[in-house]
């Protein structure tokens, strides 16, 4: 009807007594779908789920606010017209669930109920006392669903509280009879299912209206109960049993394929495991060999993991050894490049004090020796200057030595008047010369 956009209609479907929305707050509960999955398990009758959907296109329109030209309002109207009170209360309780707002609707109501309700308990006073005790209760009911709280203190509701509570124990007294002659005659008959739901029936009356049992029919209904109980109790361990073979055949299906990338071998061991823990109390029940291809299976994953876990521990030991090649390398290279520092700084220092000739062979040596990886551009740079540096000193060795020798040939030969002042000159220069050198 909401679908087709017939919400009036719907409105009034949902309103009808009992209204729908009471009706599915008391079949809801959290744990629904656990119990009806387990009922299926069971082999046992199970509900069906509402559908959270329909159940908001119903409330939805509880939500919708409605004015005095809605249908509603006219078949209030109407009602009150004919004189049918009883129908024009039921339609004014939906009006002012949709529409709270309106005093009007809020204080007609209030009267109405009133009357009815003052109404009503004179005559279920009238039916008790003309033996119409069942048109009396129905009577009761209807009054409590509208609200019979402040009845309580008058003595006429009083009374007929506990003539409803009498009655309704004397029915279910004679139910309880009729129920333990089905119970007896399914045990007969050996329908332990039949028995059973006829002792919960005997039991629910039992404790809803206080019936205190016969000492020979609480026997007889023991009797029964213990036997349908653990026929009950076989045939649910049986269904547990075949649930567990059919679980158990689904989730080894599932352990022979491929798993998905990703997957930890060690996760699926532990699959394994857990199946062949609960195999154990079916074991008769699943196929011949299945338990072996299991462990089987079980076992090619192990050597699975084996073969990964040593890969891996030969891959870390190799990385090992690599890094620590790589870090004795590295440290091979400083404390080589440390040596050659410190051989630079001795040729530094030979070529400061003029130990040219050592300065070279010592460069030469540095220059030389075998080296894994070039040298650093900066060493390199530095060799070229120390290199230099040698080269004019060694230069300036040789004109030194030329000048010295051709000083001290002059001497021998002996010095006059037409070589005394080149002589002197030449002298003079080679002294300053000197002094330069640092000599």
């Known amino acids: 009807m909401i679908r087709a956009g017939n919400d009036n209609a719907a409105l009034q479907v949902a309103e009808s007594e009992p209204d729908l929305l009471s009706v599915c707050a008391q079949l809801s509960f959290s744990e629904a779908e656990r119990w009806n999955n387990l009922c299926r398990e069971r082999g046992l009758p199970a509900g069906f789920l509402f559908d959270d959907q329909q159940i908001l296109a119903v409330e939805a329109l509880y939500g919708k606010t409605i004015g005095e030209n809605h249908p509603l309002y006219r078949d209030y109207r109407q009602a009150m017209r004919q004189r049918d009170e009883d129908r024009a209360l039921t339609i004014l309780r939906s009006i002012v669930r949709l529409n709270p707002d309106d005093p009007t609707a809020r204080s007609e109501l209030n009267r109405l109920s009133e009357k009815f309700l003052r109404d009503a308990l004179t005559r279920v006073v009238t039916l008790f006392q003309e033996g119409q005790r069942p048109e009396a209760i129905e009577l009761m009911d209807r009054m409590e669903r509208f609200g019979a709280q402040h009845l309580s203190e008058d003595s006429r509701w009083e009374n007929a509280r506990q003539l409803r509570i009498l009655y309704l124990r004397e029915k279910a007294e004679e139910q309880i009879l009729q129920l333990l002659q089905e119970a007896t005659l399914a045990h007969q008959q050996e329908l332990w299912e039949k028995c059973a739901n006829a002792i919960g029936r005997i039991r629910n009356l ?233 000599f």
Do not use: C
């Open 206 to 438: 039992e404790r809803d209206h206080q019936v205190k049992l016969k000492a020979h029919t609480l026997s007889e209904l023991e009797r029964h109960e213990k036997w349908a109980g653990q026929l009950a109790a076989e045939a649910e361990a049986e269904a547990s049993a075949r649930a567990t073979v059919e679980n158990l055949l689904q989730e080894w299906q599932t352990l022979q394929k491929d798993p998905p990338r990703g997957t930890s071998l060690a996760v699926i061991i532990s699959r394994h495991n857990q199946w062949l823990q609960r195999a154990e109390n079916v074991s008769a029940r699943l196929p011949e060999n299945l338990i072996r291809e299991v462990q089987d299976h079980r076992n090619l994953v192990r050597r699975k993991l084996s073969r990964r876990f040593a890969f891996f521990i030969t891959q870390g030991v190799v990385a090992l050894s690599i890094i620590t090649g790589i870090a004795l390398y590295g440290y091979n290279q400083y404390q080589l490049r440390l040596k050659a520092r410190a051989e630079l700084i001795e040729v530094q220092k030979l070529a400061d004090s003029w130990e040219t000739l050592s300065a070279v062979a010592k460069l030469e040596q540095i220059k030389s020796a075998p080296r894994l990886i070039p040298m650093e551009q900066a060493m390199v740079e530095e060799i070229k200057k120390l290199k230099q540096q040698l080269e004019e000193q060694r230069a300036a060795e040789i004109k030194l030595q030329a000048e010295a020798t051709y000083l001290a040939d002059r001497q021998k030969e002996g010095i006059d008047a037409s070589n005394f002042a080149e002589i002197t000159q030449r002298t003079t220069a080679y002294i300053e010369a000197l002094a330069q050198l640092n």
